[in-house]
């Protein structure tokens, strides 16, 4: 079946300092990959998506590139702002499926920024 | 409304009760999930609909476990003879169509089965 995997956290940054979360996947076939964010208090919402390899997501200054090579997808942000302290969830919908919201998600990064 | 809107926000049972739990998508979205947020299990996809029809109900953990959906809109998720193991934050989704690959998700019900 489909996994996602995620580094674990939780991870702790100064203000301005870069950012990356590794995700790897396993899927069958080419997945859609997503990064959700949850905000302390607020319900989950898509940050990026990247719909096939070498595809890069962009959104708020987070970026992250599908890697059909090393099945990996990336979070990175070259300065990180107290208020992107947050969850952050890597996930994929399966190709081919029925439905593209039937994801699987990883067990999620917690980021908090220092000032 | 605006986003996608679920009640109770929190939810406190004694085990073996019923629990039902509602979600309001956002209007003139014809597709909607439910998932299971848990500590031990992260984030599980437990059924979609679309429209009134449920295509997946593979992620549903037992048949204690039900959802319906009327009216092409508001959808309630029922756990029969709750148990520990149920307690969680459920939520719920909803996107424009099958083929639409954002989701707007809900802020939860978080269910504590006593």
Known sequence: GNSVTQMEGPVTLSEEAFLTINCTYTATGYPSLFWYVQYPGEGLQLLLKATKADDKGS?????????????????EKGSVQVSDSAVYFCALSEAGGTSYGKLTFGQGTILTVHP | GAGVSQSPSNKVTEKGKDVELRCDPISGHTALYWYRQSLGQGLEFLIYF?????????GLPSDRFSAERTGGSVSTLTIQRTQQEDSAVYLCASSRGQSSEKLFFGSGTQLSVL
């Open chain 2, 50 to 58: 679309q429209g009134n029809s449920a295509p997946d109900k593979s």
């Open chain 1, 59 to 75: 959104n708020k200054g987070f970026e992250a590139t599908y890697r059909k090579e090393t099945t990996s997808f990336h979070l």
